[in-house]
């Protein structure tokens, strides 16, 4: 067992006073391409990384949920008689909401025992890789387990996606869930979401010689306020002036008729995720008939997209891509809800060293904030680990 592994399991131990009956882990996610297009149950193409969270787990006699972590000092304890969106707040709305959700799909609290939970996690908050998802996950697949649900994941998804909507209180798709629980070794999601149908295709990454570097950019970003709700009302507005339920039923062939109906920035805000559900499909079939080394174009395409027609991209994610593109990067994109966090290259391995360089270099000519530069790969999804 790798240590942080060990780490969980002897700080649950020292904090509830006994062993758990079990670890559980949830990765965090990147994006590949297809963004802001899952509340318009358009096409996502994320994958899984190399960076989880963690949970060691332990039933009780009573009806305590009490919940633990590595990265807060204060042990959370609630009757779950009491769990309810009202009545949670801070970082343990993640896992206790995820304890409520799942009355919405079923499940009775009056039926099921207590727990102690303890929370370890290396995906790092903030950067927009899904810390928040990875949390969600884990607590998922630990409660599906020791409370014997058997439910699957597309399921478990939804659930998380309930926590963040409700509990949280942050307006996101279902992508990241779905991520975080679907994900598998050097491969990508494609997930319809409208049928919520996925297929797993593989990236093949390694045999290319291409890694994924992530740039993160330190500059904030919160989806439960601001920015991100605004970008999806926009987008249902649009939708109900087009005379449609979602922007999944608007193809690029109807975007002319789209200009005529819509005011500006509305008609940019459909062309972006129009546009961008095309690339997914796009990205899908480069892949699979000429593999990730053609694929370039399509993420290029995207970040311009994001930047120019829906507008979540920040300075630091512009220069990070354009660097990252000048020096050596066959494409790249700022990933996730916007406004801050990364932006990733696709980068051959060759390439790697010069592009770090090229990176730390123009932030600290542009006067940016020291970026976290890294790369990932595309790992398993969430699972049981002890
Ligand atoms: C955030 C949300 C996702 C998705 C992306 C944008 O990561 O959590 O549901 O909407 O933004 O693609």
């Not at 491969?187 to 992530?214: K, M, Q, T, W, Y």
């Not at 360089?357 to 600290?364: K, P, R, S, T």
Request: net charge negative.
């Amino acid at each position: 067992m790798t240590d942080l592994r060990t780490d969980t399991l002897d700080t649950f131990a020292e904090i509830f006073g006994r062993r758990a009956d079990g670890l559980w882990s949830a990765p965090g996610r990147v994006n590949l391409i297809g963004e802001h297009t899952d509340y318009n149950e358009g096409f996502v193409l994320p994958f899984a990384i190399n960076r989880r969270t963690l949970v060691a787990l332990g039933l009780r006699d009573d009806r305590k949920a009490r919940v633990g972590s590595s990265f807060a000092d204060e042990l959370v304890e609630i009757d779950l008689s009491e769990l309810s969106p009202e009545n949670l707040s801070g970082w343990s709305a993640y896992p206790l909401g995820l304890a409520w959700a799942l009355t919405e799909f079923g499940v009775d609290l009056d039926a099921v025992p207590g727990f102690d939970i303890l929370i370890d996690s290396n995906v790092p908050v903030g950067a927009g890789l899904s810390s928040s998802a990875a949390i969600e996950c884990a607590v998922a697949v630990a409660l599906n387990d020791a409370w014997q649900l058997g439910l699957d994941r597309p399921t478990l998804a939804r659930v998380g996606q309930r926590a963040e909507n409700v509990a949280v209180g942050a307006p996101t798709g279902i992508m990241d869930q779905s991520a975080s629980l679907l994900g598998q070794a050097d491969a990508a999601v494609f997930l319809d979401c409208r049928s919520l149908v996925s297929e797993v295709v593989p990236l093949g990454l390694e045999a290319a010689g291409l890694e994924i570097v992530i740039i993160d950019t330190g500059v904030e970003h919160a989806h439960a306020t601001g920015g991100y709700a605004e970008r999806r009302a926009s987008c249902e507005e649009g939708a109900r002036v087009l005379g449609v339920e979602s922007l999944r039923d608007v193809s690029v062939a109807d975007l002319d008729r789209a200009r005529d109906l819509l005011d500006d920035v509305t008609f940019r805000r459909v062309r972006h995720v129009v546009t961008e559900n095309q690339r997914v499909l796009d990205t899908v079939r480069t892949l699979r008939e000429q593999g990730p080394t053609a694929i370039g174009e399509l993420l290029d395409a995207s970040h311009v997209s994001m930047r120019d027609d829906f507008e979540i991209s920040v300075p630091e994610l512009d220069l990070a891509v354009e660097t990252a593109q000048a020096n050596g990067a066959i494409g790249a994109r700022m990933t996730g809800g916007g406004f801050g966090g990364s932006a990733i290259a696709l980068v051959p391995s060759e390439n790697l060293s010069r592009v770090f360089v090229a990176i730390d270099g123009a932030f600290a000519e542009n006067g940016f904030g020291q970026p976290d530069v890294f790369t990932v790969t595309p790992s398993e999804g969430a699972k049981r680990e002890d």
